[in-house]
């Protein structure tokens, strides 16, 4: 049986490590408003530079059709399609023999017309001559009216007479000439320098007028067009841009990786297209190396002059909602306000801001998920920094270790009495 001595010394030990622990126990601290952790910038106003994009499409500035002139098998097709030519390469060849034989017969007929000419010429000054010496004898008398008269006529005739056989050497010289042309036209030859598209016949086919008259095309590849078409109400800008001289355009192909070329507008559509309300208008840019192809689709920016004073804020610090747009500005007593702005300009991650904001103005740009009006909010430490612990929460710690420390020691000791007392 547990001595009395001993049951006194456990009560009188428990209620001294309660009293211990009641004693060593911090007062409960005031409760901390709730600050949402996150990051601000400050906006900034800055001069940039207008700009305008538009969806376009890239368009061969001299676009031509090879085509078979005169009619004939097609022979031989002498440059692979989709080469890059030059201009008087000779792409295909007709059968030239049917036309080399015109050509003969054409020379031919000019020889037969030529000869002809000088005995007409002969005949003529004959009759001319006869004439000049029989004048003065008819008006004499030696030589009667009648018989001048016949002579007269006969030199009217000699000189008809070779005015035909003149008239038949110019139709033979043209007809040689058409033979020589319609000749040449056997060797098609490209009018310009581009990319050879597919072919339309193959060797052996007949070409040619009535048959397959359009052999292939060819696109020229430098300079090139990008044609886009900005809406009617947006003319009064880019004219005015365009009256103080030239509008730089950007065109963008974009993919895997995306390339550029730099070019200026250089046509503007006399009217407005009824169905889409929307202009035509071509900017000329550089391609030399035939990155861009006829038909590609390509994004055309267009400066359009500098705009002073634009509030600049990350395009992250947006919420969208329905169709505006909203940031979190945040007041002097660090508390957030839901404000709408208008987003009219982009420039890289940055969005212009033309209302709703005002330079200096401090929003929030991540840490948004949770914010209503009115919430207070704290700059949240940066990625990677350890936060400091409260000091309220530093000293609780301390003091509740201390506690375990006192309460552990004051039963080590109760339990040596207790064995002393056993013992006895």
């Known amino acids: 049986m547990m001595s009395t001595n001993r049951i006194a010394t456990v009560v009188l030990a428990s209620a001294v490590a309660a009293v211990a622990a009641s004693c060593g126990k911090p007062e409960g601290l005031p409760a901390r408003p709730t600050e949402m952790p996150v990051h601000t910038v400050v906006a900034q106003s800055k001069t940039i530079k207008r700009t305008k994009s538009y969806p376009g499409t890239t368009a061969s500035v001299h676009p031509v059709k090879i085509s078979a002139r005169v009619t004939g098998f097609l022979d031989h097709a002498l440059v692979a399609d989709g080469s890059l030519v030059k201009a008087g390469d000779v792409l295909y060849t007709i059968d030239p023999r049917p036309f080399q034989a015109a050509l003969d017969q054409a020379n031919a007929s000019l020889a037969q017309a030529n000869a002809q000419v000088p005995g007409a010429r002969a005949a003529r000054d004959l009759a001319k001559r006869d004439v000049d010496r029989n004048r003065p004898l008819s008006e004499s008398g030696a030589v009667s009216k009648q018989s001048f008269d016949q002579m007269t006529s006969k030199l009217e005739q000699s000189e008809s007479q070779l005015q035909a056989a003149e008239a038949q050497v110019l139709a033979a010289t043209a007809q040689v000439e058409t033979a020589k042309l319609n000749l040449s036209y056997c060797r098609v030859t490209a009018p310009e320098a581009g990319l050879l598209g597919k072919s ?10 009535g048959y397959t008259v359009d052999l292939n095309d060819i696109q020229q590849l430098d300079p090139m067009w990008a044609e886009f078409s900005p809406s009617a109400t947006e003319w009064p800008l880019i004219g005015g841009q365009l009256a103080q001289g030239a509008v730089n355009a950007n065109i963008t192909y974009g993919g895997m990786a995306s390339i550029t070329a730099k070019g200026t507008v250089t ?3 006399n009217q407005v297209d009824k169905s889409t309300s929307t202009m035509l208008l071509r900017a000329t840019f550089a391609n030399p190396n035939a990155v861009f192809r ?9 400066e359009l002059g500098d705009v002073p004073g634009v509030v600049m804020v990350p395009i992250q610090a947006l919420v969208a909602r329905e169709t505006d747009f909203f940031v979190w500005r945040v007041k002097s007593d660090n508390t957030v306000e839901n404000v709408r702005v208008k987003a009219s300009i982009r420039e890289d991650e940055m969005a212009g801001i033309s209302e709703g904001l005002n330079a200096g103005d401090r929003i929030v740009v991540t840490g948004v998920q949770k914010l209503r009006d009115g919430s207070k909010v704290v700059e949240a430490p940066n990625a990677g920094a350890a ?19 006192a309460s552990e020691t004051k039963a080590s000791e109760t339990r040596a009495s207790d064995s002393k007392a056993e013992k006895k």
Request: glycine share 8%.
């Open 200 to 209: 339309a016949a193959y060797e052996g086919q007949m070409v040619g007028p």
């Open 267 to 269: 046509f503007v559509a």
């Open 294 to 302: 006829p038909g590609t689709y390509v994004d055309v920016q267009i």
């Open 387 to 405: 936060a400091p612990a409260p000091a309220a929460e530093t000293k609780a710690s301390e003091t509740k270790a201390s506690e375990t420390k």
